[in-house]
Nanobody, 124 residues
């Protein structure tokens, strides 16, 4: 049974930083590229970033480019999302997901298994 468990969310002030983690079990982690998405109330699920199977290739959504970094540790079956210079607009539930595609995709439909999400709230 595939499981993805996100953690690290919370309340942070504008301009602050957070690091999210996603631990994956039930599959061979290094066989899957990993993505991060977010969903704010009343909005569609938005692509945040993704990392290839090795982590050597990454892709980012325009709204987070230059502020967020996706990385992974295949020995720990974990993918990370380092978020800096956080803004109120970054407030959302953040999800990690797996994909078998070799070419990284920003489309939610390209991803197979999803975590339950972790809430990030940016507010003073």
């Amino acid at each position: 049974q595939v499981q993805l468990v996100e953690s690290g969310g919370g309340l942070v002030q504008p301009g602050g930083s957070l690091r999210l983690s996603c631990v994956v079990s039930g599959l061979t982690f290094s066989d899957f590229a990993m993505g991060w998405f977010r969903e704010a109330p009343g909005k569609e699920r938005e692509f945040v970033g993704a990392a290839s199977r090795s982590g050597a290739v990454t892709l980012y959504g325009e709204s987070v480019k230059g502020r967020f970094t996706v990385s992974r540790d295949n020995a720990k079956n974990t993918v990370y999302l380092q978020m800096t210079t956080l803004k109120a607009d970054d407030t959302a539930v953040y999800y990690c997901a797996t994909t078998t595609r070799r070419v990284l995709s920003p489309s939610p439909g390209a991803y197979v298994d999803w975590g339950q999400g972790t809430q990030v709230t940016v507010s003073s």
